[in-house]
T-cell receptor, first 116, second 116 residues
Framework: AQTVTQSQPEMSVQEAETVTLSCTYD???????LFWYKQPPSRQMILVIR??????QNATENRFSVNFQKAAKSFSLKISDSQLGDAAMYFC?????????????FGKGITLSVRP | DTGVSQNPRHKITKRGQNVTFRCDPI?????LYWYRQTLGQGPEFLTY??????LEKSRLLSDRFSAERPKGSFSTLEIQRTEQGDSAMYLC?????WGRGGNTIYFGEGSWLTVV
């Protein structure tokens, strides 16, 4: 079974600074997707960034980028120029590419606070 | 697309009562998921539909839980004889076919259940 581990329960960053959120996962599959989702308090979970395992290039979306290390099964999220609106819970998630179901498996999440 | 819609957003019920949640997925999304999320934890998979067929159920889905998706459109999740341990947020998510955003699972805002 696939597992996703987020070992840091909380992190804090100064506004305009950079922060990195860590995630490791375990799978025997060779092809899969990895995601970072953001969940603001009492708000909807939204996709931040997606990485396909077959791609060597790290995904980037504006201020958000990932460091995908397939051999180490590591998938960290870097947030540059942090903004107050980035404060939320962040979840790392895994999904197989094969099979009709391909459900998401989530980590426990990390609470990010942004200091003004 | 109007997004994944869930209602009611909040439900307080007495132990032993039945509750039903409804999910309207993004139009044309044929795959629908239910997840459960408790405070400070990541979402846990409950069940999956492809069109009207329920293809997978988690062991978390006890006999008191039943989900349906008639006609492959909206879905309902019913919890019978609620227990305090059922208190959680119930998240619905959907995704389309490959090539139609099928790589990404989109979430609703969730339905909070409090059993007193």
């Amino acid at each position: 079974a696939q597992t996703v581990t987020q070992s840091q329960p909380e992190m804090s960053v100064q506004e305009a600074e950079t922060v990195t959120l860590s995630c490791t996962y375990d799978t025997s599959e060779s092809d899969y997707y990895l995601f970072w989702y953001k969940q603001p308090p009492s708000r909807q979970m939204i996709l931040v960034i997606r990485q396909e395992a077959y791609k060597q290039q790290n995904a980037t979306e504006n201020r958000f980028s990932v460091n995908f290390q397939k051999a180490a099964k590591s998938f960290s999220l870097k947030i540059s120029d942090s903004q107050l609106g980035d404060a939320a819970m962040y979840f790392c998630a895994y999904r197989r590419t094969t099979g009709a179901n391909s459900k998401l498996t989530f980590g426990k999440g990390i609470t990010l606070s942004v200091r003004p | 697309d109007t997004g994944v819609s869930q209602n009611p957003r909040h439900k307080i019920t007495k132990r032993g009562q039945n509750v039903t949640f409804r999910c309207d997925p993004i139009s044309e999304h044929n795959r629908l998921y239910w997840y459960r999320q408790t405070l400070g934890q990541g979402p846990e998979f409950l069940t999956y539909f492809q069109n009207e067929a329920q293809l997978e159920k988690s062991r978390l889905l006890s006999d008191r839980f039943s989900a349906e998706r008639p006609k492959g459109s909206f879905s309902t999740l019913e919890i019978q004889r609620t227990e305090q341990g059922d208190s959680a947020m119930y998240l619905c998510a959907s995704r389309g076919e490959w090539g139609r955003g099928g790589n990404t699972i989109y979430f609703g805002e969730g339905s909070w259940l409090t059993v007193v």
